[in-house]
């Protein structure tokens, strides 16, 4: 089985060519991160411009290095959400196109499942388990009792953890994307500003970062005012252990409740050094859970992970017709049977 995964979310355009859901044959990458730094975050009208230009020249790229033709392909997978509308439209036409051309079936797939799958990339999946899904856009808790299928069991009530990163990172004027920035300052300073920790209701694995976020900027605003400065490297150590503090509790709290086997970290904050030790600390006494962590290349955005999950939605049975379009609030538990 020879899967082709193409990904234009937010401000990568990827594609990949993943063999019988699970080894890598060919995994390019092209990063708009340089044209978005100026203006500090993504620009959604620069970024589909951006696929449109990189879009044939990633699929070339990826079918070269895999050394096939597109009559070997079984099926063609493409984020079709969430995400910025225009970039979506942008992988989702081209995965059409070549599907209508080739004769190839489509699959739709939902970013955070690719995600969640960068983890298969790696290893056997054991259920139950629990992923952490920690990226700019999503910091979730879902559990998983069977392949394709997925329970969202927490999630953020205001920002995403990478989120909060990239704008405590603007409130210290470190570079666009910030998360990478704060992580390698915490590991100068100690953590020695007081900062909140929301654990909101007893019972629940929800998460919010505003108010962190907030306590960061007000920090820094009062010390100026007062003609003093905050030293960045203890307030990125403090940010990042109050952030650490309760993703881990949480998850950890949750792969005890729900008896989960195996506990998979997602999304472009689980490069966060961290956050990885952390959970390494956390999970590894525990004999009964299995902790898996991606190396960093297939945390953050790619297409690899796309085509893994498209891998088990195809083994399923689902397809999606050429009418397939880009849905920016696509649910996650869709395809649940
Ligand atoms: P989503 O997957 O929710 O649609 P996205 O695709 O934009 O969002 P990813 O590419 O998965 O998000 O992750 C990008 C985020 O990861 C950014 O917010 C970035 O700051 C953060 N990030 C990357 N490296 C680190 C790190 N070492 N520590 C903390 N955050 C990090
Ligand atoms: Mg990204
Ligand atoms: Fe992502």
């Not at 937010?10 to 092209?30: L, P, R």
């Not at 329970?151 to 990163?165: F, H, K, L, N």
């Not at 299995?290 to 689902?318: F, H, Q, R």
Request: glycine share 8%; charged share 20%.
């Amino acid at each position: 089985q020879w899967i082709m995964g193409i990904e234009t979310s937010c401000d990568e355009t990827a594609v990949a060519i993943v063999k019988n859901g699970k080894e890598i044959v060919s995994n390019i990458v092209s990063s708009q991160i340089e044209s978005h730094k100026r203006f500090g975050g993504v620009v959604p009208e620069i970024a589909s411009r951006h696929h449109v230009e990189q879009m044939t020249i990633v699929i070339e790229e990826a079918m070269k290095e895999a050394d096939i033709t597109f009559s070997d392909l079984t099926a063609i997978a493409v984020t079709e959400g969430p995400g910025l509308v225009g970039a979506l439209l942008v992988g989702v036409n081209a995965a059409k196109a070549l599907a209508f051309a080739h004769n190839i079936p489509l699959v739709g797939v939902h970013h955070i499942a690719g995600h969640i799958y960068a983890n298969r990339l790696l290893t056997e999946m054991k259920f139950p388990l629990l992923s952490l899904v920690v990226s700019g856009g999503h910091t979730e808790l879902v559990y998983m009792k069977e392949h394709g299928h997925f329970e969202v069991i927490g999630e953020t009530r205001d920002d995403a953890a990478g989120e909060a990163y990239d704008k405590v990172a603007r409130t210290l004027n470190l570079p666009y994307p910030g998360g990478p920035h704060i992580d390698r300052l915490a590991q100068l300073g100690e953590p020695t500003i007081p900062l909140p920790r929301a654990w909101l209701e007893e019972d629940s694995y929800d998460f919010s970062f505003s108010g962190l976020k907030s306590a960061v900027i007000n920090t820094v605003h009062n010390a100026e005012q007062r003609g003093e400065k905050i030293e960045p490297e203890a307030l990125a150590a403090s940010f990042q252990q109050s952030v650490i503090d309760v993703l881990v509790t949480k998850a950890a709290k949750a792969a005890k409740a729900y008896k989960v086997n195996q506990v998979l970290l997602a999304g472009g904050v689980a490069a966060n050094k961290g956050l990885r030790a952390a959970l390494q600390e956390t999970f590894e006494p525990l004999e009964e859970i299995d902790l898996v962590i991606p190396p960093l290349s297939l945390c953050t955005d790619n297409a690899a992970m796309i085509a893994a999950a498209g891998s088990i939605y195809y083994d399923k049975g689902i397809r999606s017709q050429l009418n397939l379009n880009a849905n920016p609030g696509l649910d996650i538990s869709i395809h649940n049977s």
